[in-house]
């Protein structure tokens, strides 16, 4: 049991649960589970795919998935690879790192903003927006708030205008496959947009972070797996 319920750890009792339409997601309710009672923040919760349920969050997978098919990850396998060496090459030379600082933390924003087609010039700028937005999880909310919400407007500007210049000028990007994305004659509405990318960057920042880093932790935990994997990389 943790401050927010009871933790289910065992794979068939998760999918009993996922399937069980008596249970419902309170992802969107975290900050209230957390004890934030900021009105102006709370107003700004709205529909998200990460805890959409029932015909809303069916109605959105059905027109986001397309963009998200392993045909469009493939395309930036290159660009992956071409970040991860970067990281790399900067601390080969001395034979040692601290992977989480120096390999894991970078790495993301780069890749993100590569699929969203934002420039080079704007990484910066998309780290510390990542940064200042998952301040919330960081369980000091009294005193991040501003940081928080300020991050979230800049953020939400941005995304407006490189929406508005997509929908112009396309490019071979997520972007451009989200606002392309139809059925049926439906389509994402720009507040839907806007949501999708703030879940890109919230799905997509720590969860890679983490899971590069604990996944290099396993396997220096069994050097012989680690030895397959540096002889045969393509498994």
């Known amino acids: 049991r943790n401050m927010f319920g009871y933790a289910v750890w065992h794979y068939d009792d998760a999918v009993g649960i996922l ?16 004890g934030i009672t900021n009105e102006e923040f709370l107003n700004r919760q709205s529909v998200n795919i990460l805890s959409a349920e029932g015909e809303i969050h069916t109605r959105l997978r059905r027109l986001v998935a397309p963009a998200f098919s392993p045909r469009s990850a493939e395309r930036l396998r290159p660009f992956m690879r071409q970040v991860i060496n970067d990281l790399v090459d900067r601390v080969a030379a001395s034979g040692r790192a601290d992977f989480a600082t120096d390999i894991c933390e970078p790495y993301p924003i780069p890749i993100i903003c590569e699929l969203l087609g934002a420039p080079k010039d704007d990484w910066e700028l998309f780290s510390r927006w990542a940064t200042d937005i998952l301040r919330v999880f960081d369980n000091n909310f009294r005193e991040d708030a501003p940081l928080i919400m300020a991050a979230q407007d800049e953020l939400d500007r941005y995304v407006r205008e490189l929406i508005a210049e997509r929908r ?68």
């Open 168 to 235: 112009t000028r396309p490019h071979d990007d997520l972007l451009t496959d989200l606002i392309a994305a139809e059925e049926a004659g439906d389509r994402l509405t720009t507040e839907e947009l806007v949501m999708m990318v703030e879940a890109v960057i919230i799905g997509g920042t720590d969860t890679t972070r983490n899971q590069l880093g604990l996944a290099v932790d396993l396997l220096l935990e069994h050097p012989n797996e680690w030895a397959t994997l540096a002889t045969h990389p393509e498994l």
């Open 19 to 34: 399937r069980d339409k008596r249970w419902h997601s309170a992802s969107g309710r975290i900050p209230e589970l957390m």
